[in-house]
């Protein structure tokens, strides 16, 4: 039917081998959302260490110091928009992590 080489054989194989893993790719992406994204991702600006706050996507480890120093000097934050008080969370960081929030 078809004369192959073993060589033409085997970039055959090979691409349909990524044409399935590309697909399994696309049909993962589009059905799991990442941890940053997961309804379960919640802390309390109130009484999360810092680890809990580097979870957080755009949150390393000197931001999530600040709002604990922050909070350490002035007290609980006493709504959820307070932490925009912190140096380093503008209204743009702020969009980002505000869903993901959350208070006694």
Do not use: W
């Given at each position: ?90 209204e743009n960081k702020f969009h980002q992590i ?7």
């Amino acid at each position: 039917m078809f004369n192959l080489t073993k060589q033409e054989i085997l970039v055959l194989g090979f691409l349909g081998l990524a044409a399935i893993l590309g697909i399994g790719v696309n049909f993962y992406a589009q059905n799991f959302q990442p941890l940053e994204t997961s309804a379960f991702l919640k802390i309390n600006i109130n009484k999360a260490d810092k680890d809990e706050f580097i979870e957080l996507k755009g949150i390393g480890e000197v931001l999530a110091a600040r709002i604990i120093k922050y909070r350490d000097r002035y007290g609980p934050f006493k709504k959820i928009d307070d932490i925009k008080r912190v140096y380093g969370i503008n209204e743009n960081k702020f969009h980002q992590i505000k869903e993901y929030l959350t208070m006694d």
